[in-house]
């Protein structure tokens, strides 16, 4: 279900489709935590998307773009272990 929400993110570039299945991933994001890592030069997902996963954290990375982990591993690789770190 979570792939699928995820694709539709993608599509749904435009804030009017994204309001229709908010609710739906707000829902899912309530029951686990969330960890969003945002390139800020992203050509493919406009930024204003990370603000609205319900997201307990939010990272934006002013240097990487749709490829954060891959542009910015060794920072992606630290926020993911201080987000599961008991």
């Known amino acids: 279900e979570w792939k699928r929400m995820v694709l539709r993110l993608y599509r749904a570039a435009d804030p009017a ?3 229709e299945w908010e609710p739906r991933m707000l829902r899912l994001t309530a029951q686990v ?3 969003v890592l945002w390139g800020r030069h992203d050509p493919y997902i406009p930024l204003w ?3 609205r996963f319900g997201a307990q954290k ?3 990375f002013p ?3 749709h490829w954060t ?3 910015a ?3 992606v690789a630290s ?3 201080d987000f599961v770190r008991p």
Do not use: K, W
């Open 17 to 19: 489709a994204f309001r």
């Open 33 to 35: 935590p969330v960890l």
């Open 49 to 51: 998307v990370a603000d």
């Open 58 to 60: 939010v990272m934006h």
């Open 63 to 65: 240097d990487a773009g």
């Open 69 to 71: 982990p891959a542009e």
């Open 73 to 75: 591993p060794d920072r």
């Open 79 to 81: 926020e993911i272990q």
